[in-house]
């Protein structure tokens, strides 16, 4: 009697007196990520264990963070650009006291991260 298994086309190999399911994972493109991809990836790892191991199963999980990844950034852009009309940071700004444009634009990039990982990241 077949198991479920070689009726669906699996096949064994022995090991000693052991019989081992011969399984593959698919053979899946690893598309490059940057920081936002790496940082999904970390956080699906150690917190979303369950849905970590099916994505790798499926083969969906590095286009998965490739497409995080591809979202971060451009959200990340719209979001620098909307905070800096509202919050007055111009190019005279950085003419004049290059500093003070260096310190607004680091608590924009700051206040923008957070809102990618409350959004993004960690969702």
């Given at each position: 009697m077949?198991?479920?298994?070689e009726?669906?086309g699996?096949?064994y190999?022995q090991?000693?007196?052991f019989f081992?399911p ?8 690893r598309?490059?990520?940057?920081k936002?991809g790496?940082?999904?990836?970390r956080?699906l790892k150690?917190?979303?264990?369950v849905?970590?191991n ?7 999980l590095w286009?998965h963070?490739?497409?995080v ?5 451009e959200?990340m852009d719209?979001l ?5 009309e509202?919050w007055g940071?111009t ?5 004049h006291?290059?500093?003070a444009?260096?310190g607004?634009?680091?608590n924009?990039r700051?206040?923008?991260e ?7 990241i960690?969702?």
């Amino acid at each position: 009697m077949k198991s479920v298994f070689e009726a669906m086309g699996g096949t064994y190999r022995q090991c000693g007196d052991f019989f081992i399911p011969e399984m593959a994972l698919p053979d899946t493109p690893r598309n490059p990520i940057g920081k936002y991809g790496r940082m999904r990836h970390r956080y699906l790892k150690e917190h979303r264990g369950v849905l970590y191991n099916a994505m790798i199963l499926d083969g969906t999980l590095w286009s998965h963070l490739a497409e995080v990844d591809k979202i971060c950034k451009e959200r990340m852009d719209v979001l620098i650009l909307g905070m800096k009309e509202k919050w007055g940071i111009t190019e005279d700004l950085k003419a004049h006291d290059p500093m003070a444009w260096v310190g607004a634009m680091n608590n924009i990039r700051s206040a923008a991260e957070e809102i990618l990982f409350a959004e993004v990241i960690y969702a």
